[in-house]
């Protein structure tokens, strides 16, 4: 029997996926290094192509992405002050200081070694955790699966930005609209009012577009004062010119930085953003240059950038070994590859390894391709910022609308895109975040699943949810979580501070 | 358009208890005391649970007369611009045109008319508007059309 790496080295190693690998690469490096377009907006847009590819060109494409795109995301960081994604928004300034000191070229290069070396190690975890961590997730049954699902989900709440009551509103919006259609275990049809298109469900893909990318058209054509930004006369040539002593002195940060964005990025709605914060936060304060940091010091951009690839990885491990995304991105991806009749979890290790180990060397691939294109991408920078926006915004609208259409062949997914495109903006403007709304859709009908499952094996007695060791600690777990914002509540009326 | 969150809380208590009251008529599994009901239910629970709430806190900062939340409903900045209205409502007409045209006029024509519309309007030359308008759809059109084999309308005109 072939070892299954072997085929995963040839599915990976054909000349469609690669080129499929260099193209989603440049249009990653694209969308990133365009203000206000953010990797997740890249995906939304690239996943109606990949509905069309077979499953590995498709993964490839999705990764390649988003490594690139949160790279570029340092380059109008750095020229214009103004966070490609939000993933760069940590060290924004610090790099725009050493813009204006003259160092350009060592800000993005230093951002794109780090980046590169920071996925790579990021990958190398997922490789591990993702096999060691599977073994376990083999004695999960229905009752385990449930409440990792609940507390994958309230951690992406609480640990996302602003309020977190709304965080929750906003994924149990999520979770309500994963009801409408038919339920698979009764055949009886939810919440559709007679309408045969919506017994199949609202459509991922095109919900996906409309909350990520209409709502951002939306959000673009509502601000009135479109001034194109002054692009630094700087020329961005040397790009590699003294980052080598950058690295050379700051080893130990690049170590950090690649490790905590790994580990942050395992948690659920983290993500490769709060990588860049927290890693940027430690590099400061265990820094013995403390009073440098804002004024153009490259350890900080060392630790930061590193974290945010790195986190991209993180973010696949819960993915692939108990089929609960990480942050946005993944959720997307995991809609593809349901959509490919590949079920993420610990049956893919003995059902599909080939297509693990596949994703595992795409991580690998993509990032040392982020190297050649990132290096190109920083020498026609000037060039990519000059794209006008009011030329990008109705080429991307078209975009979604043939995407949305492209899905269900029908206008019945521009529908959904633009209904799901106004909510999400409605939502922003009030203060609610969409991305616990994009997991709840994914995530409800697994949830709901394994939660009538258990429902049915413990014969409707809730008692049961907490009759097996590891069902009880994760349901205690849960359970803490769900108490904690309300404890803080209490403790900020006193204190003054509340967030819930 | 930016409402206090007493409003919303009172919004999603609403909307909770007529989507609790709509899964209680689902019919049960069968030999079971539950079924498709349940889950729908307990999102209902939660949501009316974040609707006290936020009724709660709204309620708290208006009377507290805090700046923010402080008013029942408030626009954002751009209400005041009559440019950033007109092009926010043409984004949402030019989608609503896309899905009452696009099956009787043909995905070209709605694509390009959408498209040199909004170029224009976001301050392009007529020239270039008609030009990037004509490229973008041809692209499209052979991406989609062509390439990933997506039956695209083609309408009465066959285009």
Redesign the interface.
């Known amino acids: 029997m072939v070892d299954p790496f072997f085929v995963a080295l040839e599915l990976v190693f054909q000349p469609y996926v690669l080129l499929v690998i260099v193209c989603s690469g440049a249009f990653g490096l694209l969308v990133g290094s365009i203000p206000g377009l953010t990797a997740t907006m890249a995906t939304a847009l690239l996943v ?2 990949t509905f ?1 590819m077979d499953p590995i060109p498709a993964i490839a494409a999705i990764v390649t992405t988003v490594a690139t795109a949160i790279f570029a995301g340092d380059i109008p960081g750095a020229l214009l002050r103004i966070p490609g994604t939000p993933a760069s928004a940590a060290y924004c300034d610090e790099a725009f200081a050493m813009t204006r000191k003259g160092q350009a070229s060592k800000a993005l290069g230093v951002g794109l070694v780090c980046s590169v070396i920071g996925g790579l190690l990021g990958s190398a975890v997922l490789m591990a955790a993702t096999s060691t961590l599977a073994d376990f997730a083999f004695k999960f049954s229905s009752f385990e699966y449930f409440w990792l699902a609940c507390l994958g989900l309230s951690c992406a709440v609480i640990v996302s930005t602003g309020s977190v ?2 965080g ?2 906003s994924l ?2 999520g ?2 609209i994963s ?1 409408i259609g038919i ?1 698979l ?2 055949g ?1 049809p ?2 559709t009012f007679g309408s045969i298109e919506l017994l199949g469900g609202v459509s991922f893909i095109p919900a996906m577009i409309g909350m990520f990318a ?1 709502s951002e ?2 959000r673009f ?4 004062d ?1 001034v194109r930004p002054q692009i630094p006369h700087q020329r961005v040539t040397s790009v590699f010119e003294g980052v080598g002593s950058v690295l050379s002195k700051y080893r130990w940060n690049l170590l950090r930085g690649s490790s905590l964005g790994a580990l942050i990025g395992v948690l659920p709605g983290a993500g490769a953003d709060i990588a860049a914060w927290v890693a940027y936060a430690v590099s400061k304060r265990t820094s013995k240059e403390k009073e440098k940091f804002g004024d153009g010091h490259a350890e900080g951009l060392v630790d930061a950038s590193a974290a945010n690839n790195a986190g991209l990885s993180g973010a696949w491990v819960p993915a692939l070994v108990f089929g609960i995304p990480g942050d946005s991105v993944t959720a997307i991806a995991i809609g593809v590859l349901y959509m490919k009749g590949m079920n993420p979890g610990p049956m893919i290790f003995l059902e599909n390894p080939q297509i693990l180990n596949a994703v595992f060397i795409i991580f690998f691939v993509a990032n040392l391709v982020l190297l050649p294109l990132g290096y190109l991408a920083i020498r026609l920078s000037t060039q990519m910022l000059k794209i006008p926006a ?2 990008l ?3 991307i ?3 979604c ?2 995407g949305s ?2 899905i269900t ?1 029908s ?1 019945y997914g ?2 959904v ?2 209904v799901m ?2 909510l999400a903006f ?1 939502m922003e ?2 203060g609610f975040p969409i991305a616990p709304t994009i997991l709840g859709i994914v995530l409800g009908g697994m ?2 699943e394994m ?2 499952s258990s ?2 094996k413990s014969d ?1 007695n809730f008692l049961e949810f907490f009759s097996r060791p590891i069902a009880a600690s994760l349901g205690v777990l849960t359970i803490a979580v769900w108490v904690y914002p309300i404890m803080t509540s209490i403790k900020g009326n006193i204190t003054g501070q ?1 967030r ?1 | 358009m930016k409402f206090n969150d007493a409003i919303i809380g009172v919004f999603l208590i609403i909307f909770a208890i007529i989507e609790i009251l709509y899964a209680r008529t689902f019919p049960t599994l069968f030999g079971q005391q539950f079924g498709p009901s349940e889950f729908p239910i307990l999102i209902g629970i939660g949501l009316a649970f974040c609707g006290a709430v936020l009724i709660m806190r709204g309620l708290r900062l208006r009377y507290k007369n805090a700046i923010v939340g402080g008013a029942l409903v408030s626009v954002g900045e751009w209400i005041e611009s009559n440019a950033a209205i007109t092009n926010f409502a043409l984004v949402l007409l030019s989608i609503l045109f896309f899905i009452l045209a696009v099956d009787d006029v043909g995905f070209v024509i709605t694509s390009f008319l959408i498209l040199a519309l909004l170029f224009k309007r976001f301050g392009n030359s007529f020239a270039t508007s008609m030009i990037g308008a004509a490229i973008m759809t041809g692209a499209t059109k052979y991406l989609f059309g062509f390439w990933l084999l997506v039956p695209l309308p083609v309408g009465q005109f066959g285009l």
Not at chain 1, 221 to 224: E, G, R, Y
């Open positions: 109606p192509v069309f009551i709304k929750f509103a149990l919006i979770l309500f009801t339920d275990m009764s009886h939810r919440f209409i058209i939306l054509v509502a601000t009135a479109h009011r030329m915004m109705p080429a609208l078209l975009f609308l043939v259409f492209a062949n206008v521009v529908i895109m633009l495109g106004v409605a403007e009030n949830l709901e939660f009538l429902m049915i409707g509340n819930l």
